[in-house]
């Protein structure tokens, strides 16, 4: 399944400021030339029924709503990828395999813990619109698929707040009638190339000789344009880190080298960062200091360990450690300390679950 929040950086807006929600609201990007120049970014739905969209200069959407109580806000990325962050670590809690790809969407891979089945997964889907709800006050529309293509079209479907399930039989009816556009990779360019070719829809795409897509956009895109038409894709939800390493990093109360000291602020972090790939599923190999001095210089020091771990144990172990080798190299004191994990892996749960599946459907 795919699931995208509704209006997501418009819906933040009205997250902390609930007395905007029944008034047209509008992000915008200022470009900073002109109090006016520059470009709307999102717009609540109230605000895109006076016809206001992504991208639209702000003196356009301001000509729109000329006679409308409105508020416009300017971007603030900060807080949106703060609650991004929270809507993930609930999403990622209902997936056997996760991928975000983008700050307000993300593809759950259910097929394990739905059995395969479209109802358990509708009904998975029900529960996450619930949870995000009441967890966070947010909304989003939700597509279920046979595959990652069919689940993203069929989440731009029903917008906002909408839940669409396209089972595998029923692709090709939903597919045909739609408009070009609304596959994956077909852009303002493309969609008028084809319809010079006489292409409207997914239907005519689909039927449309594969020779001539290839000579019009290349062998590979042709392909793809073939495939994509008929609902056909391969593409596996895709776990992975979005970091290669996790790092938290402090000031102390006062410039020390002494360790226990450097210990107690130190275990805070150790157990920030801790939460973190608990929650992520991931192990480390390397774990490593970070310090600063009181000259302002910046020093790290760092070990691989034989085996991947999630310990909180072994982190603080060899953090301290680290701490009393640096200690013995110096005779500065620290005024900032931090700690990073790296060389991550992902708990080989999901893979093993996923082994097993295909053993059990392959017996
Ligand atoms: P989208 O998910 O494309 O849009 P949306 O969440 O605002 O609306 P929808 O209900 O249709 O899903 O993009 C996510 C965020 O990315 C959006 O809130 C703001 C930002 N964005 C831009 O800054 N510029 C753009 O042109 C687009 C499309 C999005
Ligand atoms: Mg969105």
Do not use: W
């Not at 006489?198 to 897509?213: E, F, H, N, P, S």
Request: with cysteine; net charge negative.
């Amino acid at each position: 399944m795919l699931v995208d929040l509704d209006y997501f950086f418009a819906q933040c807006e009205e997250k902390r400021n609930l007395s905007i929600k029944d008034k047209p609201v509008v992000v915008c990007v200022y470009s900073g030339r002109t109090e006016e120049s520059g470009a709307v970014s999102t717009a609540n739905y109230i605000a895109r029924s006076y016809g206001v969209k992504s991208g639209m200069p702000i003196y356009q959407a301001k000509k729109k709503l000329e006679n409308v109580e409105t508020i416009f806000l300017p971007v603030d990325y900060d807080y949106y990828e703060k609650v991004s962050g929270e809507v993930m670590r609930i999403l990622r809690q209902f997936a056997d395999l996760f991928e975000q790809v983008g700050i307000d969407e993300a593809f759950l891979d259910v097929t394990l813990r739905t059995n395969g089945r479209f109802q358990a997964a509708k009904e998975l889907a029900e529960r996450i619109k619930n949870e995000l709800k009441a967890q966070l006050g947010l909304t989003c529309s939700i597509g279920v698929g046979p595959n990652k293509l069919v689940a993203k079209v069929a989440a731009d479907q029903n917008k906002p707040d909408g839940l669409t399930v396209i089972e595998a039989d029923n692709v090709e009816h939903f597919f045909s009638p739609l408009n070009v556009e609304r596959l994956v990779g077909v852009g303002t360019i493309t969609r008028e190339k084809m319809q010079s070719m006489g292409i409207m829809t997914v239907g005519d795409l689909a039927r449309y000789d594969t020779q001539k897509l290839m000579e019009t956009f290349g062998k590979m895109l042709g392909i793809y344009f073939h495939n994509a038409a008929q609902g056909m894709d391969n593409e596996p939800v895709k776990e992975r880190t979005e970091t290669e390493s996790l790092s938290r990093i402090a000031t102390l109360k006062k410039d020390s080298r002494d360790t226990d000291f450097i210990m107690e602020k130190t275990e805070q972090l150790c157990t920030e960062l801790h939460v973190a790939i608990v929650d992520q599923k991931v192990s480390f190999k390397t774990i490593g200091i970070i310090v600063i001095l009181n000259d302002m210089s910046s020093h790290s020091k760092s070990r691989t360990l034989e085996n991947p771990t999630d310990s909180l144990q072994t982190m603080k172990e060899n953090v301290r450690d680290l701490f009393k080798q640096f200690f013995d190299e110096t005779m500065l004191e620290a005024r900032r300390v931090g700690v990073k994990i790296s060389n991550l892996s992902h708990e080989k749960e999901s893979q093993r679950q996923l082994t097993s599946f295909i053993q059990r459907n392959t017996d």
